[in-house]
């Protein structure tokens, strides 16, 4: 992984919103104990900066924004998924029962039930 | 320099929204507990005409509307003779950011830019984010985001993300935050900073946005098959979309349509919880925000929320999460449709009413919402066998909100649950009498308390001698 920005790169940025004593009040217990916290995205204003450096960021829109320096050249890693064999069952039997059979449409789904 | 902390923001949130909104919401105030609603959705100034106009400019409306025949057959087949209403399905998904959403983003946009605001805020993890983004492109404004994304390990909704990714790919900046209600101070900042227009998604000209969404439907209706649905069932979270869509079917004069919400069951996960936010696979179109803001609208980011479901519903039903990932496959396979699995939930209910309906009568499902990476069944049963979640095939009866999803063994297991609505009317009245119940009320206010409850003033009498009752 990349450690050094430089400017004008992309990069994300975090920062801590409010702490836990500063949280609103009538949270669950688990919300409470921790800090509100916050990312965002932008380019390195300063000549250069390492992961961890407190930076200012200029976002996409202009804005600028101060906080520490997490990701260089962020990206996006959200995927389909695993294959989810729970599933594989039902376009199969829906396409059964359409044609009324019944049988083969419990068979298709009696194989997963455990 | 203004003090910043939660409290001190908060004393300062009807100014900062009056300058994010302009709307002057203390206009609309009647004396006691009620208020001007047609005042205040008059107040946008915008007539039907005038929003179709706008969003047809920003290529927003006119999606299809298809009649779902193979899944239709399929409900047949499981009920009794003679049973079995059509199922329509309108496709939202053809609009510019992939949902409904869009006809509310669009409304709200040309009118910050009409008003000469640099740049527009919403605060939402959802399709409408992508909304805002894609009509502020169109419009040339400047759109920040803002999203509660993370639980304090950093873990991110899958689905979440992918709606900051294309918010991004809009050229919008977005806030990601961790769980918890202070998004709205983040947000509060944010306008104050700016001075952007808070695109809300529940102000006159987000719902308004919607009542074309109706007005299509009983006019796609109407040309096709000469006649009005008996049935629109509407994926309800917030209520806007249940507001908007009855509300332009009443314009379109179609009276006879039974309007049916419908959540996806979340019963007993906090929504404000760090540990509960990522146990659950549905991120909208919950009870978690299905329920609340039915019995509280006025709990969103504007002074008055133009969603304002119970004065339009007339029957509330849940279903389970996999009933929902069920129907979104069988959508795919049986129809080649391929949406997003938070919209089939209307879908899903539909599916079970049907068979309680005869074969001549019809029901619409108003939306369907764009599916991609992230934002998919395969990928949120994914992050929910990461998050421990038991996935299995049974009985969905049996599945519990975050410890268990069952995906229907048989369609025939696929229900849809009553909510009773007269208990969240109740909850509606309760809420709004807790420091007023030895006060007697003023006709104006029962007036108020009936549209807003669709009930008669004599049910609401009786309604509230039951809150009264329980109260002692």
Redesign the interface.
């Known amino acids: 992984m990349l450690n050094t920005a430089y400017k004008g790169d992309y990069v994300r940025i975090h920062k801590i919103?409010?702490n836990p004593d500063?949280?609103?009040e009538h949270?669950?217990e688990?919300?409470k104990?921790?800090?509100?916290?916050?990312?965002?995205?932008?380019f390195l204003m300063h000549d250069q900066a390492a992961i961890g450096d407190s930076v200012r960021i200029e976002?996409?829109?202009?804005?600028q924004v101060e906080g520490r320096l997490v990701e260089i050249h962020p990206s996006?890693q959200?995927?389909?998924?695993?294959?989810?064999p729970?599933?594989s069952?039902?376009?199969r039997?829906?396409?059964a029962?359409?044609k009324?059979g019944e049988d083969l449409?419990?068979e298709y789904?009696?194989s997963?039930?455990? | 320099m203004h003090a910043n902390t939660v409290e001190a923001l908060m004393s300062r949130r009807n100014e900062i929204m009056r300058k994010a909104v302009g709307l002057d919401y203390t206009k609309f105030e009647h004396k006691g507990i009620g208020f001007d609603y047609e005042g205040m959705m008059d107040e946008t100034g915008y007539t039907l005409e005038d929003i179709t106009k706008i969003q047809q400019s920003s290529g927003v409306g006119r999606t299809p509307l298809y009649e779902l025949k193979n899944i239709t057959q399929l409900a047949r087949n499981l009920a009794p003779r003679g049973k079995g209403a059509r199922i329509f399905l309108k496709d939202e998904a053809a609009n510019p950011s992939g949902s409904f959403k869009a006809r509310r983003a669009a409304v709200s946009v040309y009118h910050a830019k009409q008003l000469g605001y640099e740049g527009v805020i919403a605060a939402t993890s959802g399709n409408y984010g992508a909304a805002v983004a894609s009509q502020a492109a169109i419009h040339g404004l400047k759109c920040i985001i803002v999203q509660e994304c993370y639980d304090s390990k950093g873990d991110g909704q899958p689905e979440i993300i992918e709606k900051a990714r294309k918010c991004e790919a809009y050229g919008a900046e977005v806030i990601q935050l961790t769980v918890g209600p202070e998004l709205f101070y983040t947000f509060l900042l944010l306008l104050e900073e700016t001075g952007y227009f808070n695109a809300s998604l529940y102000t006159p000209f987000s719902i308004a946005g919607i009542e074309t969404l109706g007005y299509e439907i009983a006019q796609q209706f109407k040309s096709d098959y000469v006649r009005e649905p008996d049935m629109v069932i509407v994926t309800n979270a917030g209520g806007g979309n249940l507001t908007g869509t009855a509300r332009g079917l009443l314009k379109a004069g179609a009276m006879k349509p039974c309007i049916v919400g419908a959540s996806v069951d979340l019963k007993g996960l906090h929504m404000a919880s760090d540990e509960q936010f990522n146990k659950k696979s549905f991120t909208t179109g919950h009870t978690g925000f299905g329920i609340p803001f039915s019995t509280y609208p006025d709990r969103s980011d504007v002074p008055r929320s133009a969603a304002r479901p119970l004065r339009y519903m007339d029957s509330y039903v849940t279903v389970s999460q996999g009933e929902v990932f069920y129907m979104t496959e069988a959508l795919a396979v049986l129809e080649g449709l391929e949406r997003g699995p938070a919209g089939n939930t209307s879908l899903t209910a539909a599916f079970y009413l049907a068979q309680q309906m005869d074969e001549d009568k019809t029901i619409v499902v108003q939306e369907t919402e764009y599916t991609g990476a992230g934002k998919h069944v395969t990928a949120q049963l994914s992050f929910a066998k990461d998050k421990g979640i038991n996935i299995r095939i049974g009985d969905p009866k049996h599945q519990i909100p975050g410890q268990s999803i069952i995906l229907p063994s048989h369609p025939n297991l696929i229900t849809a649950q009553p909510i009773d609505l007269m208990h969240l009317k109740q909850s509606y009245i309760k809420r709004l009498l807790a420091d007023l119940y030895n006060k007697k009320l003023e006709e104006q206010e029962l007036e108020f308390l009936a549209l807003e409850t669709k009930l008669s003033i004599k049910q609401v009498l009786r309604l509230l001698e039951d809150v009264l009752e329980t109260k002692k």
């Open positions: 919103i409010l500063e949280r609103a949270l669950p688990d919300t104990k921790v800090p509100l916290e916050m990312w965002v995205k932008g976002t996409y829109i202009g804005r996006y959200h995927t389909y998924g695993y294959h989810i729970e599933l069952f039902i376009g039997q829906c396409r029962l359409l009324g449409a419990r789904s009696r997963f039930d455990v």
